[in-house]
């Protein structure tokens, strides 16, 4: 026990010594690096001798009095100019000056050349991937395009149906009430009308041999102040009031209504065959067909149809129809080709827009994808070596047990 105690103190002087001593040895190497530059920043710190650079005295005189000391600053800026535009090196950095650096990302020998220290860890594992085949021995680059492509919607496509009447005219058919005569559309017949003017009436006279005893009554009628006789259609009608009489108080002349025939001429009845209606003096039915109001692409297919007005009795050409629906809506499925379906899985989609429409629905969206394009080429990669370098120290992998 008192070993190891003795061991542990050792041990612990050694390492505080230990860390002592570097510290110390950081600490001068840091004051000498600080000491040194700020000597050799000092102009007096370097010893420069112009006259050591010249091979002879007349190079000497020409240092210290230039021949551009001479000059003034008109003749400075010509000479400058003409050696500028003389010398090729100096073009050629004032022409693509302003071009900015290479792009390296774009240049693909580049890109090749970072493979490898992109996929460094697939590679020392032996891990295949996107861009490295350690089975192939490939390396490859991706590269992003757009890719254009159309795609259908499948959006139903309403169309409309209505009914459109045709009209279909028939026979109209002229009837008179019997006993009467039909004349083209008219029908001539009589009517018993009765009157009483001093042109028309019905006069009774009577004459009395006494007060309780005549000969009886004889009547006289007068049809539009002409003498007529009841064989031809004319009798008394109602009592109107006497003019004369006898001493006993007894009428002598009674006055009385005459009723005769009247020609009448009035329009014939008109009557229509069965399914056909009376409109005016017409005899007319309803022909129904359908009319849809649909102009689409020989691709857009009927899928079915809705009835969205429904039984009612409206008055077509003047005629009250009933139909069980007067309007359907009638819906299209576009089958279009979807160019998009031949685009590899991987791309991305970036945008979309409409670019067909029928009746005002899309049927047709184009798409904008980025698609990722691989290049490869073959290389003396071998994958998985048991060696692997880091920072510039080599290793060999070695096993080594777990407990």
């Known amino acids: 026990m008192r070993l190891y105690l003795c061991v542990m103190l050792a041990l612990s002087f050694f390492s505080a010594s230990a860390l002592t001593s570097e510290q110390q040895t950081f600490t001068d190497a840091a004051s000498w690096a600080k000491q040194t530059a700020n000597q050799a920043l000092k102009p007096s710190s370097l010893p420069l001798n112009i006259d050591d650079y010249c091979k002879d005295a007349a190079c000497k005189r020409e240092i210290r009095n230039p021949k551009e000391s001479r000059l003034s600053d008109s003749d400075i800026n010509s000479q400058k100019n003409l050696a500028f535009a003389k010398d090729e090196t100096a073009q050629a950095i004032q022409n693509n000056f302003n071009k900015g650096k290479p792009d390296i990302k774009n240049d693909p020998a580049m890109r090749f050349a970072l493979i490898g220290q992109e996929n460094a860890f697939e590679v020392t594992h032996g891990i295949s991937n996107a861009y490295v085949d350690c089975d192939a021995g490939t390396q490859c680059l991706i590269k992003n395009h757009t890719r254009i492509c159309t795609s259908p919607t499948n959006n139903n496509v309403p169309c409309y ?5 045709q009209v279909e005219i028939g026979v109209t058919h002229y009837q008179c009430q019997s006993g009467w005569t039909l004349k083209g559309i008219t029908c001539h017949g009589f009517e018993t009308q009765c009157r009483f003017d001093k042109s028309n009436r019905t006069v009774d006279s009577a004459i009395f041999n006494s007060c309780f005893s005549s000969g009886g009554y004889t009547s006289t009628f007068y049809w539009n102040g002409q003498r007529v006789l009841p064989k031809n259609g004319y009798h008394k009608g109602e009592y109107k009031y006497s003019t004369s009489t006898n001493g006993c108080g007894m009428a002598t002349t009674q006055l009385y209504e ?7 001429e009035k329009p014939a009845t008109m009557t229509c065959d069965v399914g056909y209606t009376l409109s005016g003096a017409q005899c007319i039915k309803n022909t129904f067909s359908w009319k849809t109001d649909c102009s689409l692409l020989k691709d857009c297919k009927k899928t079915n149809q809705v009835c969205i007005e429904g039984p009612q009795t409206r008055i077509i050409n003047g005629i009250p129809t009933h139909l069980d629906c007067w309007k359907y809506q009638v819906n299209h499925l576009c089958e279009l080709s979807d160019s998009c379906a031949s685009l590899p899985k991987d791309c991305k989609e970036q945008s979309r827009s409409c670019s067909l429409k029928q009746n005002g ?14 290049s490869c080429r073959a290389t003396q990669m071998q994958c998985g070596e048991q060696s692997f370098c880091l920072d510039g120290d080599c290793y060999v992998e070695e096993p080594k047990l777990k407990w």
Do not use: F
Not at 365 to 371: F, G, Q, R
């Open 161 to 165: 149906s209505t009914p459109v009447a």
């Open 258 to 264: 005459i009723c005769g025939p009247v020609p009448i």
């Open 361 to 374: 629905v899309c049927v047709e969206e184009e798409i904008k994808k980025s698609c990722p394009e691989k």
